[in-house]
């Protein structure tokens, strides 16, 4: 439980700024508003919740726009704040934003004189702000607030992490038993292996395919229901492919429905989750969340050789508003100009895209449509990030202009093997898949964005997990950053981040043009990187 008293160093800080605020003579609410929200600011922190201050809430009627709103770790809005200066009455602006919308799970409504805090619909205190006993119950009771459907998503995940390895490995053993008996999995196995090793790897290995198949059990379901999609399966082109197989594995003995029931706690927590969560940007991040998690305690290996954590969205923010400051102040350019063709080659959920998406959207709203069918680029090599990724960008470009279409820049691809490629024509896993690469390979790309995977020192070298060759990304990297280096072990320049950053060089083709990517300080600074 969190505790906060009437001494504590926030509320003796709350009291100072109001008497600064108060020698002014200020009155106005975004004045007035700075002492409280500096309060919460700094009691976020005892339960390591953020305030994120006018994020939008899409209400039940309206966008909303609660003055502070209160997230976890997990991104789960947890409260929410809204102010009010001292000329309003409280009650009738309370009164008015339920109206219009806002939440009434766990929010505070103040008006720097009294406030009024309601969870679950009811009015459960009424406080004197000019009391810090009254402030500090206030805060704690706010702070320990926990709605049920969130209790319940935050203990099935711990469960989650230990029954999942146990359900993994039962449906390994049915696919085993598979592979033995069932002359109809085998079929359509072995077909699904072919492409797996003409579009991704050609030297995987049946045991990452039989993994493959998995993760799509497990997720399946969820992926339709957080985002209220359950044709998802039937629609993405992928995953029609991973369909047929399943549903070879399970025409013997297997119901997928009944063996899965022992998740059923995992799936309806999560979705229960879900219904907190008042609109799609919210959605979005949950979703991410829900994909580290299911990685960090289900498929370890795969998140060590992938660096499977999600870039944060400040980072997202950031980096994409260096872009669009660079191709303006470089190149005379705005994201939607002809010319300026953008790629996310490790795309993870595609938050990179959809971040461009809402600038183009707020900056030429009618240049959307063309950029997004046209101009927009994104490759991922693991399956569930990449339906991630596809359900994340084509719900993002459907809730800013009302219309549906598939984002056909999302390729199923593993981006270096499209060096590999460059001087022949191949199939990529479906031949709707294939038409998305080929027509990729023949943009003209100026901006190549994004978060590549990086992994010198794997977790545990025992654990034979060792990042796959490329022999044409390798050449490159030997005769231009490894000749030009000074050090005397370069093994170091074979991960796989300076890869991607040689063929992001190659990409560009002699054209000016951006990368940008998240880095850290070794490239920079070690001496092995001197060359690049």
């Known amino acids: 439980m969190t505790t906060i008293s009437a001494k504590h160093a926030a509320v003796r800080d709350f009291y100072a700024r109001r008497e600064q605020i108060a020698a002014q003579g200020v009155t106005h609410e975004m004045a007035v508003r700075e002492s409280f929200k500096t309060l919460l600011e700094q009691v976020a922190g005892a339960n390591k919740w953020t305030l994120v201050v006018e994020q939008k809430v899409e209400g039940l009627k309206n966008i909303v726009r609660p003055d502070g709103t209160m997230r976890d770790a997990n991104t789960l809005p947890r409260g929410y704040w809204e102010a009010k200066d001292t000329k309003d009455d409280l009650n009738a602006e ?39 006993d009254e402030v500090a119950t206030l805060l704690t009771r706010f702070l320990n607030y926990t709605e049920p459907n969130i209790a319940g998503f935050e203990q099935a995940v711990e469960r989650f992490k230990t029954d999942t390895p146990d359900i993994a490995k039962g449906l390994l053993q049915r696919i085993t038993e598979a592979h033995k008996s069932n002359k109809k999995f085998q079929s359509a196995f072995a077909d699904f292996f072919a492409l797996c090793q003409t579009a991704l790897n050609p030297n995987i290995s049946r045991d990452a395919v039989n993994e493959m198949l998995i993760q799509h059990l497990l997720t399946e379901r969820l992926m339709g229901t957080v985002f209220d999609n359950p044709d998802f399966a039937q629609r993405n082109a992928i995953a029609i492919e991973v369909e047929k197989v399943i549903k070879a594995l399970t025409s013997q003995s297997f119901s997928r429905k009944q063996f ?18 008042s609109g799609f940007t919210e959605r979005q991040h949950f979703i991410n969340t829900v994909y580290e998690r299911f990685f960090q305690g289900y498929a370890v290996k795969v998140a060590d050789t992938h660096g499977i954590v999600y870039t944060p969205q400040p980072i997202v923010d950031f980096m994409c508003a260096a872009v669009e400051e660079v191709l303006r102040d470089e190149f005379g350019y705005s994201l939607d100009h002809p010319d300026v063709c953008v790629i996310d080659p490790a795309t993870g959920t595609g938050n990179f895209i959809i971040n461009l998406l809402h600038r183009i ?14 101009r927009l680029f994104a490759n991922e090599v693991m399956l569930l990030p990449y339906y991630v990724a596809s359900l994340n960008i084509e719900h993002a470009y459907f809730e800013m202009t009302g219309r549906y279409e598939p984002f056909e820049g999302l390729c199923f691809v ?39 995977p990086y992994n010198v020192g794997q977790l545990n070298e025992n654990d034979n997990n060792k990042n796959r060759k490329y022999d044409v990304i390798d050449s490159r990297v030997r005769e231009t950053y490894a000749k030009d280096s000074n050090a005397t072990l370069n093994t170091k320049l074979y991960d796989p981040y300076v890869k991607f950053f040689r063929w992001a060089a190659d990409r560009l083709q002699g054209r000016d043009g951006v990368v940008c990517y998240v880095s850290n300080s070794s490239f920079i600074d070690n001496i092995a990187f001197d060359g690049m």
């Open 414 to 452: 593993d981006t270096l093997d499209l060096a590999e490629g460059a001087q022949q024509k191949l199939a990529f896993m479906t031949e709707k898949n294939s038409e998305r690469v080929e027509r990729q390979k023949q943009a003209k790309i100026t901006v190549i964005i994004g978060n590549p």
């Open 260 to 277: 899965l029931g022992q998740l059923d706690y995992f799936y309806e927590a999560i979705e229960a989750a879900a219904r907190t969560l």
């Open 94 to 132: 309370i009164d008015k934003k339920f109206a219009r919308g806002y939440p009434k799970s766990n929010i505070i409504f103040e008006d720097t004189r009294r406030a009024v805090l309601i969870q679950s619909g009811q009015r459960v205190g009424e406080y004197d702000l000019t009391q810090p």
């Open 361 to 374: 959207h707020r900056a030429n709203p009618a240049a959307l449509p063309e950029v997004y069918n046209n």
